[in-house]
């Protein structure tokens, strides 16, 4: 069996489950606690980063970009990064945006500082950081609601990588009940539609002992 | 004319920079000073980072990661990434192990706070950032040669964008006399072979006016 390896609120592992399920390929999930630096790990991945997904013949795949782009050459009946070299640029484009910009805005401060701190016990969280992620990811939801308005999905009129990356990031602040929906009604209905589908149904059920989510999210009619 | 959007100690510009040539496709460059956050520069990328290419045609490709596919796609016939999934896996996650891991530990440390801020006026360079750059260079270093003792390239035993991406950042760090070859003989004679190819050439006549690099940074023999 295809096993990934992953954490609960790590929105490249939570991106790489949802590509699974989208392209209904089958797999077991097994969390790594990253930071212990087991030697089978590093083994699997020097970088000692989730996720890695590990082929049933062996082949190792490690890092979330990584991995999305090798599922979508090796299992490409169902698209999701566009069918031209330029669309895939935007849809690509748009990855980077919440892989890097929105994680480095909004994801580390939030939840890195308030829950990863908490349970590695790595001190208080620090809350000029947090207090930064909580007004950067107005910036953020403005832009969705922008290209929302325009196209339907993030990067073009269909569901794509695109919708996958951002929702991955915002299902971990969502768990948090960090996300303020009620001022961004378009991304709003966007996540809405995102949260709806099959591929989305078993990142509601995750609870992660002595942190349970708010009773919002696993809710399609928030 | 194709234009690339650049500034002279962005890895990613140089990464791009090296692609263009080994492909051999003509372009211009053009400096962006990004933190004047031009209206025109933002149309073009909203992210407001370089680099950013602008195909003759008009076609807008941002971000250096979505260039290098966008490039890879559109001109094969000169392939960078390898020719099978797994290869390609491969050279990727060498150029994520080069553009965010080396780039947090290494670049982000040194180029920026020995060069951006004191040119853009942002106070005093982190002493304690600096220390954690120049400790943090051997062990990506040992890992370069790990690998050029296994393979001959990063990648696999051809030269490919792993070699492009690491060679992009270590040239930013050369520039500045930053790098202890003499500690690591074989990434050095990986270094100067990389250096010595042709699409390398440009790089070395960089010169930041007030910020001229040591003499070894040109000499393909340092």
Request: glycine share 4%.
């Amino acid at each position: 069996m295809r096993i990934l390896h992953h954490l609960w609120l790590s929105p490249l592992s939570r991106k790489v489950r949802l590509i699974l399920k989208e392209k209904s390929l089958d797999f077991e999930m097994k969390i790594e606690k990253v930071w212990e630096r087991r030697p089978e790990f590093l083994a699997l991945n020097p970088a000692c980063e989730v996720p890695v997904l590990v082929e049933e013949d062996g082949t190792i795949i490690a890092d979330g970009n990584v991995i999305a782009e090798y599922l979508e050459e090796v299992y490409p009946e169902r698209a999701l990064m566009g069918t031209t070299p330029i669309e895939r640029a935007e849809t690509r484009r748009l990855i980077a945006w919440f892989d890097q910009k929105f994680n480095r805005e909004v994801t580390a401060n939030l939840v890195e500082e308030k829950m990863m701190k908490r349970f590695l016990g790595f001190g208080e969280p620090n809350s000029a950081a947090i207090r930064a992620g909580y007004q950067n990811i107005h910036y953020h939801l403005d832009y969705i609601s922008y290209l929302i308005e325009r196209r339907g999905y993030l990067a073009s009129d269909s569901f794509s990588l695109a919708d996958i990356a951002a929702a991955s990031h915002l299902s971990c602040l969502d768990y948090l009940g960090d996300v303020p929906w009620e001022k961004h009604e378009p991304a709003k209905q966007w996540y809405a539609r995102v949260k709806s589908r099959p591929s989305f149904r078993p990142l509601l059920t995750d609870h992660i002992p002595g942190a349970s989510p708010p009773k919002h999210y696993a809710d399609l009619d928030f």
